[in-house]
């Protein structure tokens, strides 16, 4: 996949609004891969309903979204599953973590499915996030901070022409969202992947092709 194409999007719960003002919503906004977007939104304003529109997890909303000049409304479930393991990551703002299970479990669920990355390099990815030390522990366990590290790393298990990121720093410090930041460029660097961070708030610090008020 290498574009993802919104034409005069809105979800429907702001159809009713005469004053909205965006450079996402109700306008033509074309994501291309390789490149990275920040989306900054005040908080109500539709930044987590845009992450599942594009991941197909929400169809709620007016317009059209399409990857690669197809509409999205179009596609099957076997299309979203092929998408969602070989084209399209995601990390939501509520994580969708399994308390049960451990940090290294979690990630595995993933990694299993695609047989993206080797034992060796998700250990590395716990050490330089600072959670080598929980892999062993129930994800209900963990602080919000320790569980986004996490997700991010789960985010990553897969090959991918877009990853889409919800708030991800929401809960982290300045020195693990920095490392974040550049875990991310580069895998993205590696894969030629597309990066679409939305924020009301504290950012990661990237190289951002553009940047977009919601």
């Not at 900054?40 to 309903?49: P, V, W």
């Not at 979204?65 to 179009?74: A, K, L, T």
Request: net charge neutral; hydrophobic share 40%; aromatic share 8%.
């Amino acid at each position: 996949m290498k574009t993802i194409h919104l034409q005069q999007t809105l979800p429907q719960v702001f159809a009713d609004r005469d004053n909205l003002t965006s450079d996402v919503w109700h306008q033509d906004v074309l994501f291309e891969k390789g490149k990275f977007y920040l989306i900054e939104a005040a908080s109500g304003t539709g930044k987590s309903s845009l992450c599942s529109y594009l991941y197909g997890y929400r169809n709620d909303y007016q317009g059209i979204i399409c990857f690669d000049g197809r509409n999205i409304r179009s596609l099957h479930k076997a299309d979203w599953t092929h998408l969602h393991r070989q084209s399209l990551s995601i990390l939501y703002q509520e994580l969708r973590l399994f308390p049960e299970l451990t940090a290294f479990e979690n990630v595995l669920l993933k990694n299993r499915l695609t047989g993206h990355k080797k034992k060796k390099e998700l250990l590395a990815l716990f050490e330089a996030l600072g959670i080598a030390d929980r892999i062993n522990t129930q994800v209900g366990r963990l602080s919000f901070g320790q569980q986004q590290r996490v997700a991010f790393i789960r985010s990553l298990c897969q090959p991918m022409d877009f990853i889409l990121l919800d708030e991800p720093i929401s809960h982290l410090d300045e020195a693990n969202a920095t490392i974040m930041a550049q875990l991310l460029t580069d895998e993205a660097g590696r894969q030629g992947a597309g990066v679409i961070v939305t924020s009301i708030g504290k950012h990661l610090e990237m190289n951002y092709h553009s940047i977009l008020k919601l």
